[in-house]
Protein backbone atom coordinates (compact mmCIF):
# COMPACT_ATOMS: atom_id res chain seq x y z
CA UNK A 1 0.00 0.00 0.00
CA UNK A 2 1.78 3.55 -0.81
CA UNK A 3 1.61 6.06 1.62
CA UNK A 4 2.13 9.57 1.11
CA UNK A 5 3.18 11.75 3.94
CA UNK A 6 3.46 15.92 2.94
CA UNK A 7 5.53 18.43 5.28
CA UNK A 8 7.05 21.80 4.77
CA UNK A 9 4.03 24.21 4.74
CA UNK A 10 3.61 27.07 7.07
CA UNK A 11 3.15 30.50 6.90
CA UNK A 12 4.78 33.33 4.96
CA UNK A 13 4.23 36.61 3.34
CA UNK A 14 3.59 37.80 -0.56
CA UNK A 15 6.36 36.93 -2.30
CA UNK A 16 8.39 34.68 -0.14
CA UNK A 17 8.87 30.92 -0.78
CA UNK A 18 8.18 27.41 0.66
CA UNK A 19 9.46 24.12 -0.29
CA UNK A 20 6.89 21.14 0.10
CA UNK A 21 7.91 17.69 0.92
CA UNK A 22 6.14 14.66 0.04
CA UNK A 23 7.89 11.32 1.07
CA UNK A 24 6.49 8.07 -0.27
CA UNK A 25 6.65 4.43 0.96
CA UNK A 26 5.24 1.26 -0.30
CA UNK A 27 6.05 1.56 -3.64
CA UNK A 28 6.35 -0.86 -6.08
CA UNK A 29 5.71 -0.15 -9.77
CA UNK A 30 8.95 1.07 -11.55
CA UNK A 31 7.02 4.50 -12.23
CA UNK A 32 4.71 6.79 -11.06
CA UNK A 33 3.50 9.99 -11.67
CA UNK A 34 3.19 11.87 -8.52
CA UNK A 35 1.46 15.37 -8.72
CA UNK A 36 0.85 18.13 -6.16
CA UNK A 37 -2.76 19.35 -6.06
CA UNK A 38 -4.68 22.07 -3.31
CA UNK A 39 -7.80 22.89 -1.95
CA UNK A 40 -8.48 26.24 -0.45
CA UNK A 41 -11.76 27.07 1.30
CA UNK A 42 -15.17 27.10 -0.74
CA UNK A 43 -12.96 25.60 -3.56
CA UNK A 44 -12.34 22.71 -5.71
CA UNK A 45 -9.26 20.75 -5.60
CA UNK A 46 -7.08 22.23 -8.34
CA UNK A 47 -3.78 20.58 -9.67
CA UNK A 48 -1.07 22.38 -10.06
CA UNK A 49 2.13 20.41 -10.81
CA UNK A 50 3.14 16.73 -11.60
CA UNK A 51 6.07 14.44 -12.05
CA UNK A 52 7.16 11.19 -14.04
CA UNK A 53 9.77 9.26 -11.72
CA UNK A 54 11.42 7.46 -14.42
CA UNK A 55 12.46 10.25 -16.41
CA UNK A 56 11.49 13.47 -14.18
CA UNK A 57 9.75 15.27 -17.04
CA UNK A 58 7.08 17.86 -15.65
CA UNK A 59 4.04 19.50 -15.74
CA UNK A 60 2.29 22.59 -14.60
CA UNK A 61 -0.79 24.23 -13.90
CA UNK A 62 -1.06 27.91 -15.40
CA UNK A 63 -1.58 29.53 -12.49
CA UNK A 64 1.63 28.59 -10.80
CA UNK A 65 4.04 28.19 -13.91
CA UNK A 66 6.96 30.19 -14.08
CA UNK A 67 6.44 30.45 -9.94
CA UNK A 68 6.31 26.90 -8.84
CA UNK A 69 9.06 23.83 -9.58
CA UNK A 70 8.67 20.15 -8.94
CA UNK A 71 11.88 17.51 -8.59
CA UNK A 72 12.55 14.35 -6.68
CA UNK A 73 15.35 12.96 -4.75
CA UNK A 74 17.40 11.33 -7.32
CA UNK A 75 19.72 10.75 -3.96
CA UNK A 76 17.94 8.16 -2.77
CA UNK A 77 15.60 5.62 -4.48
CA UNK A 78 13.88 8.39 -7.45
CA UNK A 79 10.12 7.36 -6.19
CA UNK A 80 11.07 8.26 -2.40
CA UNK A 81 10.69 11.98 -2.21
CA UNK A 82 9.37 14.45 -4.07
CA UNK A 83 9.45 18.14 -4.02
CA UNK A 84 7.21 21.55 -4.40
CA UNK A 85 9.34 24.52 -4.40
CA UNK A 86 7.36 27.96 -4.15
CA UNK A 87 8.57 30.88 -5.13
CA UNK A 88 6.90 34.70 -5.04
CA UNK A 89 4.06 33.58 -3.37
CA UNK A 90 0.56 35.04 -3.41
CA UNK A 91 -2.57 34.90 -0.84
CA UNK A 92 -4.01 32.80 -3.75
CA UNK A 93 -1.88 30.36 -3.57
CA UNK A 94 -2.90 29.79 0.53
CA UNK A 95 -4.58 26.01 0.46
CA UNK A 96 -4.12 22.68 1.53
CA UNK A 97 -2.06 20.98 -0.49
CA UNK A 98 -2.07 17.44 -1.56
CA UNK A 99 0.45 15.39 -2.63
CA UNK A 100 -0.66 12.13 -4.87
CA UNK A 101 0.32 9.50 -6.66
CA UNK A 102 -0.41 6.61 -9.46
CA UNK A 103 1.68 3.89 -10.92
CA UNK A 104 2.21 5.45 -14.24
CA UNK A 105 4.84 5.17 -17.40
CA UNK A 106 3.51 8.73 -18.81
CA UNK A 107 2.62 11.77 -17.07
CA UNK A 108 -0.90 12.14 -16.22
CA UNK A 109 -3.19 14.75 -16.59
CA UNK A 110 -3.79 16.94 -13.48
CA UNK A 111 -6.79 15.97 -12.13
CA UNK A 112 -8.18 14.71 -9.27
CA UNK A 113 -9.50 10.86 -11.18
CA UNK A 114 -6.07 10.20 -12.44
CA UNK A 115 -4.50 9.19 -8.86
CA UNK A 116 -4.99 6.78 -6.62
CA UNK A 117 -2.98 7.61 -3.62
CA UNK A 118 -3.36 10.16 -1.47
CA UNK A 119 -1.53 12.13 1.74
CA UNK A 120 -3.25 13.86 4.48
CA UNK A 121 -2.18 17.01 3.14
CA UNK A 122 0.09 20.61 4.61
CA UNK A 123 -1.43 24.08 5.16
CA UNK A 124 0.39 26.45 3.09
CA UNK A 125 -0.71 30.41 4.32
CA UNK A 126 0.36 33.52 2.49
CA UNK A 127 -0.59 36.79 4.01
CA UNK A 128 -0.70 39.86 2.52
Known amino acids: QVQLVESGGGSVQAGGSLRLSCAGS????????IAWFRQAPGKEREGVAAILTRNGRADFSDSVRGRFTISQDNAKNANNTVYLQMNRLQPSDTAMYYC??????????????????WGQGTQVTVSS
Open 26 to 33: GYTSRSYC
Open 100 to 117: AAVPSWELRPLAEDNYNY
